[in-house]
C-alpha cells in the first residue's frame, strides 16, 4: 500500500541516513516537534548560516517548511512520532541539540544513551517556567537560552529549593520578538478601524475563554457593532473542530466576524486595534510587537505545575496582566464594549508597554547574534 511521501519507511529511511552521516557532518542538530517551530529557530539558523556553519535539522512535521529548503548547509530529515522519533532522541551522536519541546528526560523524550549530547532549549513563547509548564520541564537540559530575568530567577530558585544541577543560564533574549519586531516596526502606528477591530486569541485548556464563554463574547462583540477575528489555538483547532465550525454557522451571516486558522499569517495582529484573550502568551508578544493593549478575561489560571508557589517569583502570566491591558471577571461581561473603547483612545498604554518590554526583555533586536556566539562556543569546546 501507497501511504504517500512520507511514509513509515520514509521516515526509518530518514532516520538511518541521519545516523549514518559522521559526527562531523551533524555537529550542531535543530529538532522541530511541529511546523511552528521555525518561527522561533530561524533568525538563528540564519545567524549560523551567515558565519558559514552547516547544520541539520530534524522534524517530526511533515509540512515542516524548511524541509523544502534548499540550501547546502542544511541537511533536513522527517522522523515524525511514535517510535522512530524515539529512537531518534535514544541512539542520538551530536555536539549539540536545540529544541523547543519541553520534558527531556521526563517523558518520551530521553537523553542520548549513547554520547554525551549537549542540550539546549529555545522558549517558545514569552512565559513564566514554574506555571504553565510541568514542574520538572526543564531539569535536564544543559544550557537555556533566557528570554528575561524573571526566567533565570525562577530556574535559580528551583535549582535550590529541588538541589538540582546547576545549569547554563544564556541571556539571550527571545529571537521571535525581535523578527515580529522587525517585520512589523513600521506598523505600530493604531490602524484607523471604524468600527474598532477586536482579535480573540484564547489559549487552549479544559476551562480556558473558548471552552467557556467564546458565543457570548463574539455576541456582546459584534452586538457593539465591533469587527471580530477569531484566532483559535492550534490545539483548539485540532481538538475542537465541531465547536470552531458551530461558531463559524452561528456568525456566518455577520459580515464583521472571521475565523482565522492560519497561524503563521501574522496579519489578523497587525490590523486590529485590540486583544482579547485568556493566559495565552500570544498577548504579550502582541502588546510587546505592536505596543497595543490587551484585555484579559479572568477564567481559571492554565496550571499545569501545582506546586508553582512554592517558587517566590509571581509568574509573569499572571504579573504582566495589568501592564499591558485590563482584566475582565467573567461575571462582568457586558462591560467588554466600554472597556475596549476606553483603552483604544488610552494614549498612555502605549509607553505603559514600551517600558515593561524594555524592563523585561533581554537584549531586544540583538538575540540570534548571542545565541550562535555560544552555540559556536559550545561546539568549539566539545571539539577539542
Known amino acids: 500500500m501507497n501511504l504517500g511521501k512520507f511514509s513509515f519507511n520514509s521516515k526509518s529511511n530518514d532516520l538511518k541516513k541521519f545516523e549514518n552521516l559522521e559526527l562531523n557532518d551533524k555537529r550542531i542538530v535543530f529538532y522541530s516537534e511541529n511546523q511552528n517551530s521555525i518561527f522561533i529557530f530561524k533568525s538563528l539558523i540564519d545567524e549560523l548560516l551567515n558565519q558559514n556553519i552547516s547544520i541539520c535539522y530534524v522534524t517530526s512535521s511533515n ?16 522522523i515524525g512520532e511514535g517510535i522512530t ?41 514569552i512565559a513564566s517556567t514554574h506555571l504553565v509548564y510541568k514542574k520538572n520541564a526543564f531539569d535536564n537540559y544543559d544550557s537555556i537560552f533566557c528570554i528575561g530575568n524573571f526566567q ?30 522587525e517585520k512589523y516596526s513600521s506598523k505600530k502606528q493604531l490602524p484607523i478601524n471604524n468600527p ?41 483547532q485540532k481538538k475542537s473542530k465541531k465547536k470552531i465550525n458551530n461558531l463559524r454557522q452561528k456568525f456566518i451571516s455577520n459580515k464583521n466576524f472571521i475565523i482565522e486558522e492560519n497561524i503563521p499569517n501574522f496579519d489578523s495582529f497587525v490590523k486590529s486595534d485590540i486583544m482579547i484573550t485568556d493566559w495565552s502568551g500570544a498577548a504579550i508578544e502582541y502588546a510587546f510587537t505592536l ?16 506546586d508553582y508557589e512554592k517558587i517566590p517569583q509571581i509568574p509573569i502570566e499572571i504579573s504582566i496582566r495589568d501592564k499591558i491591558g485590563e482584566i475582565i471577571s467573567p461575571s ?11 483603552l483604544c483612545q488610552n494614549n498612555h498604554m502605549k509607553n505603559k508597554i514600551q517600558e515593561t518590554r524594555d524592563e523585561l526583555i533581554f537584549n531586544i533586536g540583538n538575540s540570534s547574534k548571542l545565541e550562535a556566539e555560544y552555540i559556536l562556543k559550545i561546539r568549539n569546546k566539545l571539539q577539542k
Do not use: C
Not at 515542516?64 to 533536513?76: A, R
Not at 535559580?156 to 529541588?162: D, F, G, Q, S, T
Open 63 to 78: 509540512d515542516d517548511p524548511m524541509l523544502s529548503m534548499k540550501n547546502e548547509k542544511i541537511k533536513t530529515f522527517y
Open 85 to 125: 522519533r524515539t529512537k531518534f532522541f535514544l541512539n542520538l551522536k551530536t555536539d549539540i541539540l536545540i529544541m523547543t519541546m519541553p520534558e527531556l528526560g521526563i517523558s518520551f523524550i530521553k537523553r542520548s544513551k549513547i554520547h554525551p549530547v549537549h542540550y539546549i532549549y529555545m522558549f517558545h513563547a
Open 152 to 181: 533565570v530567577d525562577e530556574i535559580r530558585n528551583r535549582e535550590k529549593l529541588y538541589n538540582l544541577n546547576t545549569k547554563n543560564l544564556i541571556k539571550t533574549g527571545y529571537t521571535h520578538l525581535d523578527n515580529l519586531m
Open 196 to 236: 474598532i477591530q477586536v482579535l480573540i486569541a484564547p489559549s487552549w485548556s479544559n476551562d480556558g475563554l473558548f471552552e467557556t464563554l467564546i458565543g457570548e463574547t463574539i455576541l456582546i462583540l459584534l452586538n457593539a457593532n465591533f469587527k471580530v477575528i477569531l484566532r483559535p489555538h492550534p490545539m483548539t
Open 291 to 306: 505596543e497595543r493593549p490587551v484585555l484579559f478575561i479572568d477564567v481559571p489560571k492554565k496550571i499545569h505545575n501545582p
Open 332 to 342: 462582568n461581561m457586558q462591560i467588554l464594549p466600554s472597556k475596549i473603547r476606553d
